[in-house]
């Protein structure tokens, strides 16, 4: 299997048609992890043992009681609240950090059934523009390890354009999704504000963050924005509240 020429939507119809197992599809991009982010660097957590015991789950369900995205891998910016998942921002400040509770967005995607491959790199508190701002390590540029990959969300941008995952969030404040798209040649887009729930989401500006996602494809970026859109299950405040 071509996992380089894979959307999530391509996924979704090999799960469906029993073409691959959640399993087998997950171990494909875990594998490709382990071969390729040594040097390129867009994870800083891989959730293998998670990832694989999800696939599992999917597997025993009977078809007819599958959702639609139950067992389609994705990545997350690990800027993300993800319960019981360490979450740092790719601050040392951060480290050992464990949330209780899942960013809504998140939460959209677990209740889907996605699978999450683990937390990719970023520009420490997603304060940069190449993701060499990191506190742990530095993300390449896929087509060329001698550049960057833009930033702060270049490991969502680097692991896409790699397949390391079929597709991933992001976040955007002032070009955040955009710019490490365009960089890596992958689909990037920043929703209208307020589109996706901010609630969950570690806060840069709060009246101007917001999540999105980077995909192979425009129709895959359709889709994973259709699964996170949505207010949050609280009214926030109009202005300046943090992790609204």
Do not use: H
């Not at 929703?191 to 609630?199: C, F, K, L, N, Q």
């Amino acid at each position: 299997m071509d996992v380089f020429s894979l959307t999530a939507l391509r996924c979704r119809e090999l799960l469906e048609s029993r073409e691959l197992s959640a399993t087998e599809l997950v171990r494909l991009y875990l594998d490709r992890i382990e071969v390729l982010d040594e040097r390129l660097g867009a994870y800083l957590l891989v959730a293998r043992e998670d990832a694989l015991r999800q696939a599992a789950a999917v597997d025993a369900k009977p078809a007819g009681e599958r959702g639609s995205w139950e067992g389609v891998p994705i990545a997350l910016k690990d800027v993300l609240c993800t319960k019981g998942v360490e979450t740092t921002c790719a601050s040392k400040i951060l480290k050992g950090y464990i949330p209780p509770y899942d960013a809504t967005a998140v939460a959209k995607l677990r209740e889907a059934g996605l699978i999450f491959l683990g937390k990719l790199n970023m520009d420490e508190f997603a304060m940069g523009s190449s993701t060499e701002n990191s506190g742990y390590r530095l993300t390449r540029n896929p087509w060329d390890l001698d550049r960057v990959p833009g930033g702060s969300s270049g490991g969502s941008a680097a692991s896409v354009a790699a397949a390391e995952a079929p597709w991933a969030l992001g976040t955007d404040t002032g070009g955040s999704i955009r710019q490490p798209a365009s960089l890596c040649g992958v689909v990037g887009l920043k929703p209208t504000y307020g589109a996706v729930s901010r609630y969950g989401l570690v806060a840069f500006a709060s009246s101007l963050d917001q999540v999105g996602p980077l995909t192979r494809d425009v129709k895959d970026a359709a889709a994973l924005l259709d699964l996170v859109a949505g207010e949050t299950p609280w009214t926030p405040p109009a202005w300046g509240c943090p992790g609204a």
